[in-house]
């Protein structure tokens, strides 16, 4: 048997026009476009890249980027301030505040100040929060964790009733990918660093969603016949045949579990595009809240 590739590049760019077409529309109805800011600190070389493909992706469809680069040293207070004028921009209906922050400043402090209205990242508190209780809906859901349902969704998965494990607990994936999973009516479970006997647990899945940071953990003895496999890791392991003396692989065997699953997702060109894109669509979710559409 071997696994349905999900491709994760096409339904993003499916997604992407979709988008681009309800722009112009906003704007020649509205004469309005959505906002994006996009805030860096620093200039680490892999944020200012993920920072430049945001850029990048939001010219595309048509959504103002509003670029915010800030030195190194900048202060904590001097950061949050920044935040609040962006907050007061009517021009911005999404607020991204690109992490790791240098040492020296709080990510709590900061990301707590982003007005929730304009919390396109889907991680503030009271947004969280309202993911984890029945019944209530938050503004915005964190992008990866969206994107990995998104991928679920268009390639026919139902998950309502499934068995569902996610592989780690992050506040970014792991945490809110799950919580997704129990509104959609899956049955879940969450595998960790502390769980004894993961593979028993694995094995009971009908989906698996692969968040853990350890390259190739996941092997093909480990998966249920048919089940669907989503691979959010990205860990880079040494190529001597490739030009950067490297390649990039999943938190999942590709090789051996495409042998067994009914439905995988590349890495790269999986889970990936689907974040930026994830991210487009609730900065216009965000932009016809406030223009009322």
Wanted: net charge neutral.
């Amino acid at each position: 048997m071997s696994a349905k590739i999900i491709d994760g590049k096409a339904i993003a760019q499916t997604i992407r026009s979709e988008i681009a077409d309800e722009v112009r529309l906003l704007s020649q109805n509205h004469a309005k476009v959505p906002g994006l800011a996009v805030v860096i600190v620093g200039n680490r070389k892999d944020s200012q890249s993920y920072v430049n493909m945001k850029r990048k992706a939001c010219a595309e469809v048509g959504i103002k980027s509003f670029d915010i680069d800030l030195p190194e040293q900048v202060s904590e207070p001097e950061l949050i301030a920044k935040v609040h004028e962006l907050n007061a921009n009517p021009e911005v209906h999404g607020i991204l505040v690109q992490l790791p922050l240098p040492k020296h400043i709080n990510e709590e402090n900061v990301l707590s100040e982003i007005s929730i209205e304009k919390d396109v990242d889907g991680f503030h508190p009271l947004n969280i929060g309202k993911l984890a209780m029945k019944g209530r809906d938050p503004l915005f859901q964190p992008c990866t964790p969206k994107g990995c349902l998104e991928l679920l969704s268009r390639s026919g998965i139902s998950i309502k009733g499934k068995k569902a494990v996610v592989v780690g607990r992050s506040n970014i994936v792991g945490l809110p990918v799950s919580l997704l999973l129990l509104k959609a009516d899956a049955t879940i479970s969450i595998v960790h660093s502390r769980t004894t006997d993961p593979e028993s647990i694995i094995r009971e899945a009908d989906i698996v969603i692969a968040a853990a940071g350890q390259a190739m953990m996941i092997k093909g003895d480990w998966i249920k016949p048919g089940a669907a496999v989503i691979d959010v890791g990205t860990n880079a392991v040494d190529d001597p045949s490739k030009k950067s003396g490297y390649r990039l692989v999943g938190d999942v065997d590709f090789h051996e579990v495409s042998k067994v699953a009914g439905w995988i997702t590349p890495v790269p060109g999986g889970v990936g595009p689907m974040t930026v894109a994830m991210l487009l669509r609730n900065t216009l979710d965000g932009a016809k809240r406030v223009i009322g559409q």
